[in-house]
């Protein structure tokens, strides 16, 4: 199993609709975001180009955060997601400082953050909320290894890209272009 | 003119605008690990040679206040969890691929050492030192007898603390200027040299201290080498290293950099020892002020600028 999303960014509106529902499924402090909208302007006026991206933690296959983290307490939990057990976390800040996306806060109450991909949703065949909330249906969300899960399909059908795989992270978060 | 413009909604503490997770605490520690490394390498090797007597600042001396350099910068690491009440989980996982993991264990073996070697020596330095109970007397003679087996773990782990220094930054493939196995090297270097100062200027022998200028002038020459090499390597690298190395050569740190650390911390002590060994008389806490100086400046700069550099997409 390896779960992973893919987002497109030509259908995202960056309405943020994924960011509230986040934050609201997972009770994230305010002020904090485990996923967040970046939009890209390129080119020379008036011949521009925009891509919306709706962010989060990429699930790294090969992740740094994981390897840097002293504890254990960043692991990889079912599928390849990505997980902090908060009473295992010292809140040192190694993995923050290695996440080359700054997909990782610190939470107020002193352990690590981050997306979980719902996986406590997933668990019981949800989808994760930001997934089940977007208007424009520009989130997959799916087993990678199963081809017929929402990402493999729209996988196999469109040109994607990964952020900055030269990081050597292994990210699974796919960006449809 | 072509123009990439990117706009951003996240706005997490300690992590936007800038990544700044790390404040003082990080840097501090590492610039007393690497100190109490580089005293604790020299006690254990001139012990080793057999030249205790000799070197008494080196041997006996500075060592005394390694164990206080070890548990200040062990209470830095601790201010700086902003999980506390689980530190203790960094002490019950041993993770080799995380230099955090191992580094924190590899102080559990240093600071213990660095107290017992004080001991056996603090009734030689205060005659008037008073065990009070017999059982710490004979406590005292066991170790006194055991001093050539710790000094051999000494030189073994002093220099695995002060590479760590380094490589703990060095780990962190996201932050650019980080990312080059120099940096172990180079803290290396800089924790002996602090090191070195530090005996020169507790020193009362005139040999002594002329030992440890000769080997401060040739660890900054070594760092000095590292660091051309440093910025050689990033120059010479992918487009995220130019701009990491950038922060130094033109960018906002460059300033501090090359006056604090590499003439203030490098140049100038280096002068002044050469100046001394020429014969001429230069107070032996001057250099050695001067360097110490450098070396917490070169930690505080390379931590901080570090934050500073990233991967753009
Ligand atoms: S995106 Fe960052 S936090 Fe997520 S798995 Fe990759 S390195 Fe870890
Ligand atoms: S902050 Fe927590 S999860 Fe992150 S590396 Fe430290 S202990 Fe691990």
Known sequence: ?177 | MKEELIVSGRLNEYIDPNLHIWGWEIPLYLFLGGLAAGILFFAALFYLQGKENEYKAAVKWAPLLTPIFLILGLTALFLDLHHKPYFWQLYTNIKFQSPMSWGAWTLMVVTPLSIIWSATYIREVFPKWDWKYRWLYQLEEFFQSKRTEMAWILVVFSVILGIYTGILLSAFNARPLWNTSILGPLFLASGLSAGAALIMMMSKNKLERKLFSKLDLILITLELFFIVHLFMGFLASTQVQIEAAELFLGGPYTLPFWIFVVFIGMIIPAFLEWWELKGHHIPAYLPAMLILFGNIMLRFLITYAGQASRYLY
């Open chain 1, 1 to 177: 199993m390896r779960y992973a999303m893919a987002v497109d960014t030509k259908k995202c509106v960056g309405c943020s609709d994924c960011v509230v529902a986040c934050q609201t499924e997972n009770n994230v402090p305010i002020g904090y975001c485990r996923d967040w909208i970046v939009e890209v302007v390129d080119g020379t006026y008036p011949q521009l180009e925009l891509e919306i991206r709706s962010e989060r933690c990429n699930h790294c296959a090969n992740s740094p955060c994981v390897r840097c983290c002293p504890t254990g307490a960043s692991h990889y939990s079912d599928g390849g997601i990505v997980l902090v057990t908060h009473d295992e976390c010292i809140g040192c800040g190694a993995c923050i400082a290695s996440c080359p996306y700054d997909a990782r806060y610190p939470h107020p109450d002193g352990y690590v953050d981050k997306c979980t991909f719902c996986i406590h949703r997933v668990r019981e065949g949800q989808q994760p909320a930001c997934v089940e909330v977007c208007p424009t249906k520009c989130l997959y969300f799916g087993d990678l290894e199963d081809p017929e899960s929402d990402v493999s399909k729209v996988l196999k059908k469109r040109k994607y890209k990964t952020l900055i795989p030269e990081a050597g992270t292994d990210p699974q978060l796919y960006f449809l272009i």
